[in-house]
C-alpha cells in the first residue's frame, strides 16, 4: 500500500457519506428532556449511558491530562461516558490493538500505520470528522495529517507532532559573549530570535562551552535517530529506498561526506562525554546538572527540563550543513475497526482535537500539537516559561524526515547499533569507510537477508579437477 496525500472529499461525496452514516452517528446537542426515559425494544427504560473507551500512552503527567480531556467530555454529555485506558508506551498500546484488543478511540504514533492498516485495525476519520465541523485542511498541520494519509483515506486523526531540536544551556552557551569575542553565532532574526543555525556555529558553541574543567559541549545519540538530521541535512540519505528499503546508505558518498563532518565534532574527545562521566550519569543528567551544554531531544524534555534547579535553557532547530533536517514522531488519534460506537467515538476524537481541549494538553509542556492555532497560542508557548524560542518546534516541522516503514525496526536498531557507537564514539582514527561498509552489511542481514545468504553461492568456486 502506498501512502498518499489526503485529499478533501467533494461536496456531493460527503453529503452522500453522510446519508450513509447518519444512522451510526450522535449529535453532540442533547435530546429535549422527556417524561421519561426512551425505551429499549423489551420495552425497558434505558438510563445508563453508552460507555466509550479511550486508550493512550505516556507518562504518568501525559496520561493525567489526557484524563482531563475525558472528564471534561463527560461532563458535557448524559448520554455516554468514556473511559480511560493507559499504556507506558506506544509499544504496548499497538501490542494490544494489533491482538484485537483496541478501544473505541486509541492514541497510536504514525510509525505504526501500515501496521495498523495491513491489520484491518482502523477505520477511517475522514468523512467522521468532516460530518462533525472539524476542518483538517486549515487548522491543523498539512505535514502531520499527511502522515496518517493512506489509501485516499484519513486513517487517524493527526493529534501532535514533536521534532527533534538541540536543547542548550543559555548560561553556558552564552551567544552574546561569543558574538563580542567574534565567534561564529547564529544570526537574530528580525523578532529578536535566534531561528536557525549552521553545523559550523553549533561546533562554535560546543567549544565555547568545553573551555572550561570537565564540562563537556554536546552529545547526541549514536543511533539512526541521533544521526538522521545530519546525513539529510548534508545532502546523504540514510536508507537505500525510502519505499521499500532493503539497506541502510551510509556507505553511499554523500552519506560519508555528511557524516565527515559531522564525527568532526561528535568525535572530538574535549567537547562530548568522557566515559567516566557516562558512567555516571545519563547525558540528560548531566545537562540539568550544568556539566553538559548541549542535548538533542525532543518536546517531552520541557517538563522535566523545567523542574531541574539551577537549570537555564533554550532550544534551537537541529544544526544545518546544506538544508534544514530533523525527525521526529507524529501521534495521531485512532478510531478502531471493531468499535461498536462508531459515532460516539468520533464525537470524542472531535472534541479531544479541538482548541480547547488540545490546549489543556499543550499547557502540560509534553507535546505540540496539531492543531495550529493551539501550537500559534500562549497555552503552547508559555511566554515567561522556558524555552524562550518555543516556536522553533513549530518551524521544524515542515523539515521532518519521515523514515521508511521498517517491519523489523527492532531488529534492525539492535544490528547496526553497535556499529554506530564505534563510529561516534570509539577512540582512536577513524576508518570511515570500512565502518560504514560494515553497518551497510548488518543492516542488510535484516532488511534483505535472502540476498545475504545467496550472495556467497554467486561468487565461482574452485574446481577440484584444476
Known amino acids: 500500500m502506498s501512502r498518499l496525500s489526503f485529499r478533501r472529499r467533494t461536496l456531493a461525496a460527503s453529503v452522500l457519506a453522510l446519508a450513509l452514516t447518519t444512522a451510526a452517528c450522535t449529535s453532540d446537542a442533547e435530546p429535549a428532556p422527556a417524561p421519561s426515559p426512551s425505551p429499549d425494544a423489551t420495552g425497558q427504560p434505558v438510563e445508563k449511558p453508552r460507555k466509550i473507551t479511550f486508550g493512550a500512552y505516556g507518562t504518568e503527567e501525559e496520561v493525567a491530562a489526557f484524563q482531563s480531556v475525558v472528564d471534561s467530555f463527560n461532563a458535557t454529555s448524559t448520554t455516554r461516558q468514556v473511559t480511560l485506558r493507559s499504556w507506558p508506551d506506544h509499544e504496548s498500546a499497538l501490542q494490544d490493538v494489533l491482538a484485537g484488543n483496541a478501544p473505541d478511540a486509541f492514541l497510536t504514533s504514525s510509525i505504526d500505520l501500515d501496521q495498523l492498516v495491513e491489520a484491518d485495525a482502523l477505520q477511517p476519520v475522514s468523512l467522521l470528522l468532516d460530518e462533525r465541523g472539524v476542518d483538517f485542511g ?40 561569543m558574538e563580542r569575542r567574534e565567534l561564529d553565532v547564529p544570526t537574530v532574526s528580525d523578532e529578536g530570535v535566534r531561528e536557525r543555525w549552521t553545523l559550523a556555529e553549533f561546533g562554535a558553541a560546543a567549544e565555547f562551552a568545553s573551555r572550561r574543567g570537565d564540562r563537556r559541549g554536546v552529545w547526541i545519540d549514536p543511533t539512526l535517530q541521533g544521526l538522521t538530521p545530519f546525513i539529510h541535512s548534508g545532502g546523504g540519505q540514510v536508507f537505500d529506498d525510502d519505499e521499500e528499503p532493503t539497506s541502510l546508505a551510509f556507505s553511499d558518498e554523500s552519506t560519508r561526506e555528511a557524516l565527515g563532518e559531522t564525527l568532526a565534532i561528535l568525535r572530538n574527545a574535549a567537547l562530548t562525554p568522557t566515559n567516566a562521566q557516562l558512567a555516571r550519569a545519563t547525558p540528560v543528567q548531566l545537562f540539568k546538572r550544568g556539566e553538559l551544554a548541549m542535548i538533542a531531544g525532543f518536546r517531552n524534555l520541557v517538563p522535566e527540563l523545567r523542574d531541574a534547579e ?25 478510531l478502531s475497526a471493531g468499535s461498536e460506537n462508531v459515532g460516539d467515538a468520533a464525537d470524542f476524537i472531535a472534541y479531544a482535537v479541538s482548541d480547547a481541549a488540545i490546549a489543556t494538553v499543550a499547557s502540560t509542556g509534553y507535546i505540540v500539537p496539531a492543531n495550529t492555532s493551539v501550537a500559534a497560542s500562549d497555552d503552547f508557548l508559555a511566554p515567561g516559561l522556558e524555552p524562550a524560542n518555543a516556536a522553533a518546534f513549530n518551524s521544524s516541522i515542515r523539515y521532518m524526515v519521515v523514515p521508511p516503514f521498517v517491519d523489523q525496526r527492532e531488529e534492525l536498531v539492535e544490528a547496526v547499533t553497535p556499529l554506530l557507537e564505534r563510529l561516534v564514539t570509539a577512540p582512536g582514527v577513524l576508518d570511515l569507510e570500512e565502518t560504514t561498509e560494515q553497518i551497510d552489511q548488518a543492516s542488510r542481514t535484516v532488511l534483505s537477508p535472502e540476498e545475504e545468504t545467496e550472495s556467497p553461492t554467486e561468487e565461482p568456486s574452485e574446481s577440484p579437477s584444476e
Open 138 to 177: 486549515d487548522r491543523f498541520s498539512r505535514d502531520a495529517v499527511d502522515a496518517f494519509a493512506m489509501d485516499d483515506e484519513l486513517q487517524c486523526m493527526a493529534y501532535s507532532v514533536s521534532p527533534m531540536v538541540v536543547y542548550y544551556n543559555t548560561d553556558i552557551v552564552d551567544f552574546d559573549k
Open 310 to 334: 539551577d537549570l537555564d535553557f533554550d532550544v534551537l532547530p537541529m544544526p544545518t550543513i546544506e538544508d534544514r533536517a530533523t525527525v521526529g514522531d507524529i501521534s495521531g488519534l485512532c
